[in-house]
């Protein structure tokens, strides 16, 4: 099997068709497999493909498991509500947990390497993709060729694969633009010394920060709507365009983004959902079939829990690749089209203005007096991917300030 594109989801999709005994190529444009960014969010539908894939133990061992999620006001710093999210574990029976994204491709890496099914090609960029009807064929920028029985495209918001199987174009600017940061815990401010979520949300923006590698890091995420970029990943950010975005918010907000001397800069964009992201003997998979806004932190968990579920097809169509490719999108399009949808909603939430800004507060309180939203949709068992039984439940991560 050829797998395009090297990061969370193509590594993921390696691992989990060598755990079914089938070999893999493993093809990445970049010189090596390491992942750049910050922080991401794991719910606890990822955990169970964790376990599946024999990862629990690694990533418990990175991540950070913060004992709650509290929502803040941006512009008058209230706190709106808070949820123990240690509790829910209780409720769907794994954990939500936060990690570095290096480190987790680091740990689905390390599993890959010790797998003797996986071959992983750095530096290895596809140009040309061939369905020869009984294989596949790619080339790549400086002239070599793989063949594989099929592939799968795992390469990301700006696909090749896609645009050779379904060819719309560049994905929609959402004019939100992200800046991120990490710092080491000891340059972070005392009193936000927390093992705890804090999202400062309103008026166009938002600041996110969190504990990662069992607290020894801390993690930003700067949101705000801006006109100026059309495109890119991985550029560095204007502090002054970021401050002049959050000029109007409350002073600890502002005091905390004075921390960070240089940020990371993502444009944030997605794509409208489709139902038919194979053709033949090639399929999409993760941001290349179904990228998303990050406002449900689940773009990397839906492209986890895609390897997992398209592993089992592989394996159930007996070599009819094909086959297995249509049955997978079958069974995953709705659920990854509502995390599409459902992210733009909650990134409306999040931004609210003036009195749609107080009636989320207000709504959010009385949801949280009613025991909170049921995220089951998300959080619980889904049909097309096998069952867990038990999640083994980690240690909440404590600080030291
Ligand atoms: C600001 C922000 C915050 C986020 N927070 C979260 C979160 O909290 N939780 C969560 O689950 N998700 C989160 N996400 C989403 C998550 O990062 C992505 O959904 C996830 O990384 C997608 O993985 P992927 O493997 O499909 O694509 P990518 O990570 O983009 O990997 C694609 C890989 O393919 C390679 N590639 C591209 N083209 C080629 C080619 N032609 N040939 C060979 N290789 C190629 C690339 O170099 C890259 O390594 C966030 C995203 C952003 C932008």
Same mark, same amino acid.
Do not use: M, Q, Y
């Given at each position: 099997m050829l797998v395009v594109g090297g990061g969370i989801g193509g590594l993921t999709t390696a691992l989990a068709l060598s755990r079914k005994g089938i070999p893999v190529q493993v093809l990445e444009q970049a010189p090596e497999f390491k992942e750049i960014g910050a922080g991401i969010q794991l719910g606890p539908n990822v955990f169970r493909m964790f376990e599946l894939l024999g990862l629990t133990d690694a990533i418990f061992r990175w991540a950070a498991f913060p004992v709650s999620l509290e929502m803040r006001d941006s512009m008058t710093g209230d706190s709106v509500v808070e949820m123990r999210i240690d509790k829910l574990y209780d409720r769907y029976h794994a954990p939500y947990g936060v990690i570095h994204r290096a480190d987790l491709l680091d740990r689905i890496h390390d599993a890959c390497r010790a797998s003797n099914l996986i071959e992983l090609y750095p530096s290895r960029k596809v140009v040309e993709i061939e369905d020869r009807g009984d294989s596949v064929s790619v080339r790549t920028e400086s002239g070599e060729s793989y063949t594989g029985a099929a592939l799968v495209g795992c390469d990301g918001l700006w696909s090749t694969v896609r645009q050779h199987i379904v060819g719309d174009g560049k994905p929609v600017v959402s004019g939100h633009i992200a800046y991120r940061a990490v710092l080491p815990t000891a340059e972070w401010p005392k009193e936000y010394r927390l093992s705890k979520m804090i999202i400062w949300a309103g008026d166009k923006t938002h600041l996110v920060h969190y504990p990662l590698r069992r607290g020894e890091l801390f993690n930003l995420v700067?949101?705000?709507?801006s006109d100026r970029y059309e495109e890119g990943w991985d550029s560095y950010g204007d502090p002054a365009e970021l401050h002049e975005r959050f000029a109007e918010k409350c002073e600890p907000v502002r005091a905390l983004l004075k921390k960070v001397n240089s940020w990371k800069m993502w444009v +944030?964009?997605? @794509? &409208? &959902?489709? %139902? #038919?992201?194979? %053709?033949?003997r090639i399929t999409l998979l993760g941001d290349a079939a179904h990228p998303m806004l990050q406002y449900l932190a689940q773009g990397a968990c839906m492209a986890i829990e895609d390897a997992v579920c398209l592993a089992n097809q592989i394996e159930a169509a007996d070599g009819d690749h094909a086959a297995a490719f249509q049955k997978y999108q079958e069974l995953r399009y709705l659920r990854t089209a509502r995390v599409q949808i459902m992210a733009r909603v909650y990134g409306e939430v999040y931004h609210?203005? #003036?009195?749609? @800004?107080? +009636? @989320? #507060? %207000?709504? +959010?309180q009385e949801w949280a007096a009613q025991g909170g939203v049921d995220m089951s949709w998300l959080y619980g068992e889904q049909p097309e991917l096998p069952h867990v039984d038990n999640v083994p439940q980690p240690e909440t991560t404590r600080l030291v300030s």
């Open positions: 700067v949101v705000f709507h +944030l964009c997605d @794509r &409208p &959902p489709i %139902k #038919n992201w194979s %053709k033949g609210a203005t #003036n009195v749609v @800004r107080e +009636l @989320r #507060n %207000k709504v +959010l």
